[in-house]
């Protein structure tokens, strides 16, 4: 009778495995692009089962995406394409300031034994069949301005991406990018806070479209989850400091990592920002030096945590390492956030030692940024839609 039991299970087993076909994974979270430049970007998206994945590009000319077979790009380690929920696919070979057409695929790996087997689901992708796909603008060095917004300080609170970058707001015809400056979630405890809290909630409005750039703040140092930053956000460096050019401008964003002693109780003796921000600043000396910076018509400095030097720990520590490099670079402005309050720091202010202003963004706003050769236009627009502050900043 057992034997009965376990053959009639065993042909059922095999009955649903050959009869039944198994899902395709589905999309949970972005796609998002992130780290844009002139001629590539990158792609980032979650699907709810482990994949592999690609991205398919095509010109905005015209025709429809199934016009022709178009051009694909794998995600690659060392040469081998990973298999997961979370997939990060660079397109390169783009031109500046020039728009294009993408859309993200996937099948899901049913079976994996390596080099002898490996079985998948059908192929999947977002729609172009019934929709328009997906649109990206690369940057451009040429152009005669930029324009961006940011936001910072938001503390796990969707709404306020919601309210204050929508997508009837944050469009491609306005917005060259978006820069979130830190601390947009309270501590990084897990991957799904930073979805519902951050990135749900941005490629809901704009994120698909108009590219991403993060500026890490002390809260993304904290929790659980926090040494993956770098799994959700791309940076041209692989950590979270480096830099990208669009218009007349080139931007540093800098990390000035946590705001007191490592030695603090508060984190358990499992950091170290102080080395950390010495090794960064090496690095920083390098950028400044180079010939793509000094040639740079306009110089933007992007950080969470404003230089103060009789401040907390890490602004002390930010104005001793950073502040003396910086003020040999010619700097235009530095924007920054953490102090959830507007302040504006005259060149040479005694504080934060630097000789150019530094504009501390508040934490329920959005700042829009325009940037020509001539001026630094800024103005910042609460979640009621008001504009809030209106300054411009002349080019010396």
Known sequence: MKRLIFTLFAIFALSTAFGQEIKAPKIVCGPYITSCSENEFTITWQTDTDALSWVEIA????????????????????????????????????????????????????????????????????????????????????????????????????????????????????????????????????????????????????????????SR??????????????DYFHTSTSTPYYTFSD????????????????????????????????????????????EEFKSATVKVVIMHIPPKSNGWHGQAEITRLFAPILNSADIDVMFCGHIHKYQFSEPNDPLTKCNFPVVCNPNRARMDVEVTAEKITYNIVNSEGEKIINNELLIK
Not at 217 to 230: C, D, K, P, Q
Not at 265 to 290: G, N, P, T
């Open 59 to 214: 010109p905005d000319d015209g025709t429809h995406f199934y016009h022709t077979e178009r051009e694909r790009f794998y995600q690659t380690i060392h040469g081998r394409r990973p298999i997961g929920k979370w997939h990060t696919v660079t397109v390169t070979g783009l031109q500046a300031g020039t728009n294009y057409r993408y859309r993200v695929l996937h099948k899901g790996v049913t079976l994996n034994q390596g080099n002898k087997r490996v079985r998948y689901t059908e192929s999947k992708g977002s729609n172009v069949y019934r929709r328009e796909p997906y649109k990206v603008r690369t940057l451009d060095k040429n152009s005669a301005t930029t324009r961006f917004a940011i936001g910072n300080d938001f503390h796990d609170k969707p709404e306020l991406i919601t309210a204050l970058f929508s997508k009837e707001q944050i469009v491609p015809e306005k917005y060259d990018f978006v820069l979130y400056n830190g601390d947009m979630v309270s501590s990084f405890e897990s991957e799904e806070r930073l979805v519902a809290s951050v990135l749900a909630p941005s490629v809901a409005q704009f994120a698909s479209q108009v590219p991403l750039f993060f």
């Open 247 to 290: 218009g007349p401008a080139m931007f540093i964003v800098l990390d000035g990592g946590e705001d007191k002693p490592d030695s603090d109780i508060e984190y358990h003796d499992l950091v170290r920002y102080d080395i950390y921000r010495q090794q960064e600043a090496e690095w920083l000396k390098s950028v400044v030096a180079s």
């Open 217 to 230: 703040g002390n809260h993304e140092t904290r929790g659980n989850w926090a040494i993956n930053y770098s």
